[in-house]
T-cell receptor, first 111, second 118 residues
Framework: GENVEQHPSTLSVQEGDSAVIKCTYS??????FPWYKQELGKGPQLIID?????GEKKDQRIAVTLNKTAKHFSLHITETQPEDSAVYFC??????????FGAGTQVVVTP | GAVVSQHPSWVICKSGTSVKIECRSL??????MFWYRQFPKQSLMLMAT?????????EQGVEKDKFLINHASLTLSTLTVTSAHPEDSSFYIC??????????????FGPGTRLTVL
């Protein structure tokens, strides 16, 4: 089955700097990769996603890149703000029609 | 669009009682809904997949008689934790899949329900 690894587990950045979170997956048949942001006590919120026919997607300060050959994808947040502080999860849509989630990255943006 | 609600947002119950959690897709029809469980500082663990009008498919290790799932309509799925015990205390989150062509993979999550069993 699919296995998703996510790094780092925690990430502390200064406000205004960039943050990068990386995920690898094992199933080459996976073709959909969403990223979710989860604030304390709330449900995950979809922030960006990418499909296997695209190498990069950007939405304002957030971008995701996908390398199918290497089977890894990354989330990039530029010009970080305190409100970006949260736990971020990557996921891969496996061949069984289910999401396999990474372990999560706690991002702390310090003013 | 694509809003999913859950009710209640939190519940405290006594050991041995049953608790029902509702998950609704407010502005779309969801052919498939998922139920997850999340422990503090951990990732989401899929419990079961629920398709409208059919029996839920449970993940390995999840007791189907303990966690009853009903998906009676395209906008409502319920999870009932039967004979709850303190070890069932957790954050339960549902998600709904749009089911539209080109977006059939996208899942939108509810806000979660915090269950505490005393």
């Amino acid at each position: 089955g699919e296995n998703v690894e996510q790094h780092p587990s925690t990430l502390s950045v200064q406000e205004g700097d960039s943050a990068v979170i990386k995920c690898t997956y094992s199933d080459s048949a996976s073709n959909y990769f969403p990223w979710y942001k989860q604030e304390l006590g709330k449900g995950p919120q979809l922030i960006i996603d990418i499909r296997s026919n695209v190498g990069e997607k950007k939405d304002q300060r957030i971008a995701v890149t996908l390398n199918k050959t290497a089977k890894h994808f990354s989330l990039h947040i530029t010009e970080t703000q305190p409100e970006d502080s949260a736990v971020y999860f990557c996921a891969a849509y496996d061949s069984w029609g289910k999401f396999q989630f990474g372990a999560g990255t706690q991002v702390v943006v310090t003013p | 669009g694509a809003v999913v609600s859950q009710h209640p947002s939190w519940v405290i119950c006594k050991s041995g009682t049953s608790v029902k959690i509702e998950c609704r897709s407010l502005d779309f029809q969801a052919t498939t809904m998922f139920w997850y469980r999340q422990f503090p500082k951990q990732s989401l663990m899929l419990m079961a997949t629920s398709n409208e009008g059919s029996k839920a498919t449970y993940e390995q290790g999840v007791e189907k008689d303990k966690f009853l799932i009903n998906h009676a309509s395209l906008t409502l799925s319920t999870l009932t934790v039967t004979s709850a015990h303190p070890e069932d205390s957790s954050f339960y989150i549902c998600s709904a899949r749009l089911g539209l062509a080109g977006e059939k993979d996208t899942q939108y999550f509810g806000p979660g329900t915090r269950l505490t069993v005393l």
